[in-house]
């Protein structure tokens, strides 16, 4: 009896397990061959599901990003509070930082890209609408976009300390530093 794929799920597969080589290898460090190999599938099976690594690539950006979009609303239309979201944050901290590397990579080495560049663009703009949407915001993106800056900072921060921050405290150091401008 023939093996029955459900392709669409085996095309997610391929992308959650990509995501970990393209940050270690970087764009440009990756190729079909050696992501086929380290995923260990055929050269032509990662070819059939994606034609170029840059399809590949804007899958699977789109995927976790879509993902995490779809997240995120789930806590805001809850109505959960800040320490739901930040407890999600805590948890997928990794994950966060690994696609914060990948869009580093991206405006390093592939600036010039309209395609990656677009990419970029539509997945901040993504985080920005659905924590916009959290923060009851959802005329401006203000909120979102300064919760984004803010997450990306202090995850960077974070990644960066030999201590262990933990997001409560940064998020207390936020609240002095907004209550500091509001008297300015």
């Known amino acids: ?6 392709h669409e799920l085996y095309r997610i597969e ?12 970087g764009m440009a460090g990756v190729s079909m061959r050696e992501l086929a190999l ?3 599938v055929s050269t032509g099976t990662l070819y059939h599901y994606f034609p170029t690594k840059e399809i590949l690539f804007v899958s699977m950006v789109r995927h976790f990003v879509s993902i995490d979009a779809a ?10 509070g800040l320490f739901d979201l930040i407890s999600y944050v805590s948890k997928k901290e990794d994950h966060f930082l690994s696609l914060i590397l ?3 990579d991206v405006k390093r080495h592939h600036g010039d890209s309209e395609e990656l560049t677009d990419l970029l663009d539509e997945s901040w703009n ?5 924590l916009s949407n959290f923060f009851g915001d959802q005329d ?4 979102g976009e300064a919760f984004l800056s803010f997450f990306v900072g202090a995850l960077f921060l974070k990644s960066t300390r030999s201590s262990d921050t933990s997001w409560s405290q ?8 907004s209550s500091f401008l509001s008297f300015k």
């Open 102 to 104: 990948l869009a580093l």
């Open 14 to 25: 391929l992308l959650d397990k990509s995501l970990a080589y393209f940050v270690a290898k």
């Open 38 to 40: 380290s995923l260990s």
């Open 140 to 143: 401006s993106q203000f909120a």
């Open 170 to 177: 940064l998020l207390e150091a936020l609240g002095q530093v």
């Open 126 to 130: 993504s985080y920005e609408r659905v």
């Open 1 to 6: 009896m023939p093996k029955v794929v459900d």
């Open 71 to 80: 997240e995120i609303l789930e806590i805001a239309e809850a109505r959960r």
